[in-house]
């Protein structure tokens, strides 16, 4: 019975990490922020992580410091132990939705622009795709930061019941 709630454990882990990477990122991050999803205690360390995700000290190290980047964990210590632990930030989805999101939405308005700039007076269908491009990057770049907003909020009222 634990093994096969240790390999559905495992699997889970794996799935975040193929989400991860679909996404652009490396799938060793992934599976690492799977781990910690699950994991019990909700700190690991460097070794818990390379044993249950069967994977290399120095991948482990690498990932969890882009993780640490992308403020999706944090290393903590606990009293009286020589080793640091990782765990999920309690502000972990905000902060990667916020910054991640923020950042690529201004991005693309920006290429857009270029885009724009770029073709002059061009045939009309070319701008015209540009054109609506900008309009729905400047409509999200405008509006993102009320929708995270409203969300703290709703947020709010959850966890001080």
């Known amino acids: 019975m634990e093994d096969r ?10 799935e975040v990490g193929i989400v991860f990477e679909q996404t652009g990122m490396p799938r060793m991050a992934g599976r690492i922020l799977g781990w910690l999803l699950i ?11 390379t044993k249950a995700l069967l994977a290399s000290k120095g991948s482990v190290s690498t990932m969890t410091r882009l993780l640490i980047q992308l403020g999706l964990i944090e290393r ?5 132990v020589r080793r640091d632990y990782f765990r999920l930030r309690s502000d ?26 770029l ?11 540009l054109e609506e491009m900008v309009d729905v990057y400047t409509f999200l770049e405008k509006e993102f930061p009320a929708l995270l907003a409203r969300w703290e909020r709703e947020h709010q009222k959850v966890t001080n019941r």
């Open 76 to 80: 903590i210590s606990l009293p009286g």
């Open 39 to 49: 994991s019990d205690p909700p700190h690991q360390s460097t070794e818990q992580l």
């Open 119 to 129: 073709l002059g007076d061009k045939t009309p269908v070319t701008r015209t795709w």
């Open 5 to 14: 709630l240790q390999t559905k454990d495992k699997q889970f882990a794996e």
């Open 92 to 117: 972990a989805w905000q902060h990667m939705i916020g910054r991640g999101l923020t950042e690529e939405i201004k991005m693309v308005r920006q290429l857009a622009e270029r885009g724009l700039r």
